[in-house]
C-alpha cells in the first residue's frame, strides 16, 4: 500500500528572500491542514521547533489519524550552527548539534515515529583555502557516530544536498552519503533521498534509489521537483514526469514501503491542490505501473536498442498511440 506524507512546516507559512506565502499555524493546525488532503496519512514535524511535548504530539495524532512519518532534526536554525553544527571545529558547537539529534531521536521513540532524518545544510563552505577538509570531514564522522549509536533502536537518517545554506554542502550526493555512512560506522544508519535534490545534484533519482539499496543503509524519499538549476520545490513531475516515473518503478522494484513524503512549498499556489496533486499524479503512476509487462520492459531495457524501449515508454507509460 502506497503511503504519503507532508513535511508539516510546508502547510503554513512559508518566505523566501522577498516574500512570506500563507497563514502561520500552530502544531494542532497543521495537524488538521493535513487530515483535510486527500491521499494522506502521515506527517514529518520538525525536532526542536515544531514539537517538544511528546503528550501533545501523541493526542494530535489520535484526534486527526495521522501517523508520524518521521521526525526531522534541525541542526542549522541556531545561530551558532551558521558555521557548520556537526562538523564545527568548535567542541561546544558540535556537542550542541549531537545533542539536538540524540534528543530527537529520544523523542521519536516517544511518540512512535520510526525514524530521524537530519539534512546537515549549515555544514559546508564556500572557497577555496577556506577550512581543512580532513578536519571537518573527521567532525562529521566522529559527530555522526556519536549519534548513530544513541538509541540505536531508531535509525538515523541522513539528507543529502548539494548546496545551501551553504555554496557547497559537505554531504552533497548520495555515493558520498553512502561513504560517510561508511567511516560513521553506526547501527540503524539510513539516507533520506529528496527527488529534488537529487536531480539538481546531476543525479538520476532512480540510479540514486538503487545505490542506496544496494548499500548496508535504509532508504527514505522525499518528492518533488525542480529545474534543475535550483531547489525550488515544485510539486512532482511537473518538470521531470519521465524521471519521476522511472523512480517510482525502481523503488517498486527495489520493494520500498516506506513514505513518500512531500517536500514542495505551493508558494503562491493552493496548499491543498497542490499536495492533493502529487498524491494524485504519483497515485496514478503507481496504478499505471502495476498494469504494464514489466518482464517485457525489462527484457527491451536489457536488449539495449532503446528505440524498442522507447515504443515501450511511449505507448505503455505515456499512453501516446
Known amino acids: 500500500m502506497l503511503k504519503m506524507a507532508i513535511i508539516a512546516g510546508f502547510l503554513g507559512k512559508t518566505k523566501d528572500r522577498f516574500h512570506e506565502y500563507n497563514t502561520p499555524l500552530d502544531l494542532e493546525g497543521k495537524f488538521k491542514s493535513l487530515s483535510e488532503i486527500d491521499g494522506y496519512n502521515g506527517l514529518e514535524i520538525v525536532y526542536p521547533y515544531e514539537a517538544r511535548d511528546p503528550e501533545v504530539v501523541r493526542r494530535l495524532m489520535d484526534t486527526y489519524c495521522v501517523s508520524l512519518a518521521a521526525i526531522n532534526v534541525n541542526v542549522k536554525g541556531e545561530p551558532e550552527f551558521r558555521n557548520g553544527g556537526i562538523s564545527s571545529p568548535d567542541p561546544e558547537v558540535r556537542k550542541k548539534a549531537v545533542r539536538f539529534i540524540k534528543e530527537a531521536k529520544d523523542f521519536a521513540q516517544s511518540v512512535g515515529a520510526d525514524k530521524v532524518t537530519c539534512c546537515p545544510l549549515g555544514d559546508g563552505y564556500e572557497f577555496s583555502f577556506q577550512l581543512d577538509y580532513a578536519e571537518y570531514w573527521g567532525n562529521l564522522i566522529d559527530s555522526l557516530s556519536e549519534a548513530g549509536h544513541h538509541n540505536p533502536d531508531i535509525p538515523l537518517y541522513i539528507e543529502y544536498k548539494p548546496s545551501e545554506t551553504r ?109 492533493e496533486i502529487n498524491s494524485r499524479i504519483t497515485r496514478k503512476i503507481w496504478e ?19 528505440m524498442k524501449t522507447w515504443e515501450f515508454i511511449e505507448t505503455k507509460l505515456l499512453k501516446l498511440r
Do not use: Q
Not at 524521471?243 to 513514505?259: A, H, M, Q, T, V
Open 288 to 306: 499505471l505501473l502495476d498494469t504494464i509487462d514489466t518482464d517485457r520492459l525489462e527484457s527491451l531495457i536489457h536488449g539495449g536498442d532503446y
Open 167 to 275: 555554496a557547497k554542502c559537505f554531504v552533497n550526493d548520495t555515493a558520498k552519503t553512502i561513504l560517510l555512512l561508511n567511516e560513521v560506522d553506526a547501527p540503524n544508519m539510513g539516507v533520506t533521498l529528496d527527488f529534488g535534490h537529487s536531480i539538481y545534484g546531476n543525479e538520476n533519482p532512480a540510479e540514486a534509489a538503487l545505490l542506496v539499496d544496494r548499500s548496508p543503509y535504509k532508504l527514505y524519499v522525499h518528492i518533488n521537483d525542480n529545474d534543475a538549476r535550483w531547489d525550488w520545490d515544485f510539486f512532482a513531475g511537473s518538470k521531470h514526469i519521465l524521471e519521476y516515473i522511472e523512480f517510482l518503478y525502481y523503488l517498486r522494484k527495489i520493494g520500498y514501503s516506506d513514505y513518500l513524503t512531500s517536500d514542495t512549498s505551493p508558494t503562491r499556489w493552493d496548499i491543498k491542490e497542490m499536495f
